[in-house]
């Protein structure tokens, strides 16, 4: 009988403990402008959603660029337009960070911030998931925890993430979860559209998120909603598929409260990799090249990585000492 209710007890626990998770099943998930104070700190609310019956937001810290789900209970927002928002935390890293991405939007490839702080020695290193039938290239990740596991400390890695491949590889997003709360690596999982459109067909100016009838509100929204219910926190940031953009979808992109960035180091196209470039690589088994060339690059690095004079640096940090001046 006392075994019979401690059972039911621990039953009642895990339900009630369900019940106010952020990441159960989400509802009314929409744009919503507001700015609060949270853990003492001035903060963009970009979202708003609804999940069993409980109200949250998602907020962007203005100086250290990290997102945060916000139970409605939690902070007190003030609502305003997104360009009153822009004009009034002007001088923040944040926004300094998206009007910058927005003076960079005239090339038709690679609109966006480009690269972080150049007094640092070493990289931001994203890797992109896009759709794909191939296993995610683990041998990235477990490289990187080889070569830095000295530091004892979780290494950043930039993940932009499509929906399709978070819907097609369970298995591979579980290990990423894994290996972050195991704390090897911390993830800054970037926005790269739900479905990531590409026909071979279009030249690129009508081509990926430029062609006719796509819906951007669900490219960007439903992807961040998938990643919730997922357990996935994501980030400020946003790359363009196929890299490919023109100056009014960059600014219908951070009208969303997101950063678009772009690549200084596309290695698997001959790019050099120098102290602070966002590097690119793809992780989907799609691009062996570029895989093998970041394993050479690691390979060259060693003494370095060992010394402390080439690091992997998170992206929020570097773009946020890049524009904290």
Known sequence: MKRRFYLCLL???GLFQHGYSQFAAIDNYRKY????KYNGADVAIIREYASQ???FFIAVGFDDLKTYVIPAGMILPAPKDWDDILASY???PYVRAINNAKKQSLPLQDAGIQHG????KGIALTIDLCPSHKALDRVIFTSIVKEFHKFKQPEPIGISITGKFLHSHAQDIDWLKKM?????IEIVWINHTYNHNYDPKLPLAHNFLLETGTNLDSEILLLEKSLLENEIVFSPFFRFPGLVSDSQLVDRVTDYG?????????????QNANNGDIVLIHGNG?????????????????DAILNKQWLLYDLREDIEQEFDK
Do not use: H, M, R, Y
């Open 53 to 55: 019956k409980k109200q």
């Open 258 to 270: 997101l950063i678009p960035i772009g690549s200084d180091a596309w290695l698997a196209k001959g």
């Open 90 to 92: 002007s001088s923040t």
């Open 180 to 184: 972050a709360n195991s704390g090897a």
């Open 11 to 13: 039953l009642l626990l």
């Open 33 to 36: 402008f507001a700015v609060g």
């Open 286 to 302: 799609n691009e062996p090249i570029g895989v093998k060339d970041f394993l050479s690059l690691l390979k060259k690095q060693k």
């Open 117 to 120: 702080d150049s007094k640092e």
